[in-house]
Antibody
Framework: EVQLVQSGAEVKKPGESLKISCKGS????????IGWVRQMPGKGLEWMAI????????RYSPSFQGQVTISADKSISTAYLQWSSLEASDTAIYYC???????????????WGQGTLVTVSS | EIVMTQSPATLSVSPGERATLSCRAS??????LAWYQQKPGQAPRLLIY???TRAAGIPARFSGSGSGTEFTLTINSLQSEDFAVYYC??????????FGQGTKLEIK
């Protein structure tokens, strides 16, 4: 059974750094693109970034380029999303997602993690 | 960037009836269109990909159709568990993949 298990909720202050994680299991982690989707309170879904763990190939949405960093450690089947300096506007639920099988970046999202709530408040 | 527009924003339908949700792309994306369902407090789940292929475990009352820039999600014989928010997403062009703003399906 494919599972994406994300790290727990975080409460941070503006300016702090943060790294959240997503552990994949039940499939060959390195050979599937894995990404992150943001959902701000009461709002819709926004694509952020995606990585191919086998080659550390990364792609970012223009809206998030330079704002976050995606990474992965294929030895422990875990993907990460990190911020160097959080802002209040980063308050959201962040979902880890697996992209459907295939070698190109294009693909639908066949499995979702449970979500990590990040709250940034002074 | 491809813009995805869903309509209506909210759809009120009675249980047992049919719901028809629309999604329009700003340029042709066929057939790289997926639909997702999100219930309150839950992560989204994949319903349809390739515009018309049901994902594993999705009931047959869910069907997708369309091509080019116009797509439809139809839910027949609505069950109580179907009332949720539905998102379409294009995966024809990156970056980025883009989602529609969602359609909330509510009980009439």
């Amino acid at each position: 059974e494919v599972q994406l298990v994300q790290s727990g909720a975080e409460v941070k202050k503006p300016g702090e750094s943060l790294k959240i994680s997503c552990k994949g299991s039940g499939y060959t982690f390195p050979t599937y693109w894995i990404g992150w989707v943001r959902q701000m309170p009461g709002k819709g879904l926004e694509w952020m970034a995606i990585i191919y763990p086998a080659e550390s190939d990364t792609r970012y949405s223009p809206s998030f380029q330079g704002q976050v960093t995606i990474s992965a450690d294929k030895s422990i089947s875990t993907a990460y999303l990190q911020w160097s300096s959080l802002e209040a506007s980063d308050t959201a639920i962040y979902y880890c997602v697996r992209r459907s099988p295939g070698t190109s970046v294009a693909g639908y999202l066949d499995y979702w993690g449970q979500g990590t709530l990040v709250t940034v408040s002074s | 960037e491809i813009v995805m527009t869903q309509s209506p924003a909210t759809l009120s339908v009675s249980p047992g009836e049919r719901a028809t949700l629309s999604c329009r792309a700003s340029r042709s994306i066929s057939p790289n269109l997926a639909w997702y369902q999100q219930k309150p407090g839950q992560a989204p789940r994949l319903l349809i990909y390739g515009a018309s292929t049901r994902a594993a475990g999705i009931p047959a009352r869910f069907s997708g159709s369309g091509s080019g820039t116009e797509f439809t999600l139809t839910i027949n014989s609505l069950q109580s568990e179907d009332f949720a928010v539905y998102y379409c997403q294009q995966y024809d062009y990156w970056p980025p993949y883009t989602f529609g703003q969602g359609t909330k399906l509510e009980i009439k």
